[in-house]
């Protein structure tokens, strides 16, 4: 696909469960289950990892490879000012860079612009998004211990307990680590263990805990493009979206957006996919 596809329908623009099914449909980077990678859905707590195998060549698309350069930017725990060198801000702007030539984010783009959101030059554009991602705020304790990108993609720790952790890339980075310990896939509420998942999703729920923290259950992506999850989020944040339902292949998902006040400045304060339901037989 290209840049001339990426402009929005007036069904589209009056329906925003539309324009995420076409920015789903826009996101050709999202990797193929089975193909790139493999996932272990048990739902035991016995040892292992949730990725049996990734395709490691995929780190080699602009994309992949700029946004895992972010992933040792920041210190996981809350409360410690972090310390932002010329490096990292580099590494910030030439993961933007890469994404701002990507079609799912010039559809959003043309999107907001379309709504009166956002600017239509493309490098003003740039800098509200490294604002609104990048820029230091206080989550606790000290200021600048946090920012939008570290608690959405990355993940924090606060009070022993992980916060966030809702991008498979940076689950995958950990694992390869040894800092992250999956705990099996958490069942739907209602649903047999057995049917809960054929390891062929692009969305799961899932427990873990990482350095010792625990998280009971959160809800990630699996396999999409980074550029797909930035641009949703940043689609949903500028529209002012809180919640926002779409279907993602056979599942119903909820995208939470959350904003954070700091300064006198609204700023992406989490951000997730929240599973509802899902229909096994019937895709919706």
């Known amino acids: 696909m290209t840049a001339a596809t990426a402009v929005p329908t007036s069904g589209e623009l009056q329906n925003i469960e539309l324009a995420l099914g076409r920015l789903w449909q826009l996101d050709t980077n999202r990797l193929t289950a089975g193909e790139h990678y493999k996932i272990n859905v048990g739902t035991s707590r016995e040892s292992r990892r949730l990725f049996k195998y990734v395709d490691e060549s995929v780190f080699n698309l ?24 010329a490096n990292e801000l580099r590494e910030n702007a030439a993961f933007i860079k890469e994404v701002m030539n990507t079609v799912p984010m010039i559809y959003v783009h043309k999107y907001l612009v379309q709504k009166g959101k956002v600017p239509t030059d493309r490098r003003a554009f740039a800098r509200l998004l490294d604002d ?21 993609f990355l993940g924090e720790i606060d009070h022993n307990q992980a916060k966030a952790f809702h991008n498979w890339i940076n689950f995958y980075v950990c694992e390869q680590n040894g ?11 209602g649903s047999r263990r057995s049917e809960q998942s054929s ?3 692009h969305v799961i729920k899932m427990r873990f805990a990482f350095k010792g923290a625990p998280k009971p259950f959160s809800t990630s992506f699996i396999g999409t493009s980074p550029e797909f999850e930035f641009a949703l989020y940043t689609l ?29 400045e609204r700023k992406i304060g989490s951000a997730f996919p929240a599973i509802i339901g899902t229909n096994k037989s019937n895709n919706f």
Do not use: C
């Not at 602009?62 to 060198?85: A, M, S």
């Not at 919640?243 to 599942?251: A, G, K, M, N, S």
């Open 62 to 85: 602009p994309t992949y490879k700029t946004f895992k350069n972010l992933l040792d930017n920041y210190i996981p725990q809350v409360g410690i000012p972090e310390k932002v060198d």
């Open 132 to 152: 609104v991602w990048f820029e230091m705020y206080r989550r606790a304790g000290a200021g600048g211990d946090s920012s939008a990108f570290e608690h959405v």
């Open 236 to 264: 949903l944040f500028y529209l002012g979206r809180e919640d926002t339902e779409f279907t993602v292949e056979d599942i119903r998902v909820n995208i939470k957006v959350y904003d954070i006040f700091r300064n006198g």
């Open 179 to 189: 800092t992250m310990k999956y705990e099996g896939i958490v069942p739907e509420r």
């Open 199 to 201: 390891g062929d999703e």
